[in-house]
């Protein structure tokens, strides 16, 4: 019995352990490459609407035009009772990811 036992306890152990590993390796990934825009985006909407905590984000995905790259977001605000929306978009030149413009625009939902 304690044979079974034994390789039980081994066949668990072996089987368990590359599950064990993927965890690892998925927790140290590297940040997406629209984080350094996601947090600008957070920036700027924090700078208009100071009174608002921003509860939400998405990232929408991006948009290439010629030389330049449109990062698209869209953020949720409460401020008092009410929540709103705030669609963000950041278009900078892809080489040099010097900032051209940046569009925020408020929605309901």
């Given amino acids: 019995m304690r044979k079974v036992f034994m390789a039980l306890g081994i066949f668990i152990l072996v089987n368990l352990t590359p599950t064990y590993i993927q965890t690892i390796a998925h927790g140290q990934q590297d940040d997406p490459a629209y984080a350094k825009w996601g947090k600008h985006a957070m920036k700027e909407t924090q700078s208009k609407y100071p009174n608002a905590n921003i509860i939400d984000y998405l990232h929408e995905g991006s948009e290439t035009r010629g030389n330049s790259t449109i990062e698209k977001f869209k953020l949720w605000l409460k401020e ?30």
């Fill in 80 to 109: 008092g009772d009410s929540e709103f929306g705030i669609f963000v978009r950041i278009e900078y030149t892809t080489e040099t990811e010097e900032v051209i413009t940046i569009e925020l625009q408020e929605t309901s939902r």
